[in-house]
């Protein structure tokens, strides 16, 4: 299905995660001090700061399942 309008082509595979992952774009955002649009229009945004964000988000993604798998006890 082609994207139509800038909506998200991405699917969660866990969709009660959507408003977590949005609190975490707001936080690393605030972060870099790079202001989110209230309208959700990121056209007038750099890719430089957009990647940011979606980089810092990972980062942080990949040490939280880091800090889970060294959790869990091996048998």
Aim: charged residues 15%.
């Amino acid at each position: 299905m082609p994207n139509q309008g800038g909506s998200r082509t991405n699917n969660l595979v866990v969709p009660q995660a959507t408003a977590a992952l949005q609190q975490m774009k707001y936080e690393i955002a605030q972060e870099l001090g790079i202001p989110i649009p209230q309208d959700g229009y990121y056209g007038n945004y750099t890719t430089r700061d957009t990647g940011s964000i979606g980089g810092f988000i990972t980062k942080r993604l990949v040490q939280m399942a880091e800090q889970q798998l060294a959790g869990r006890t091996t048998r």
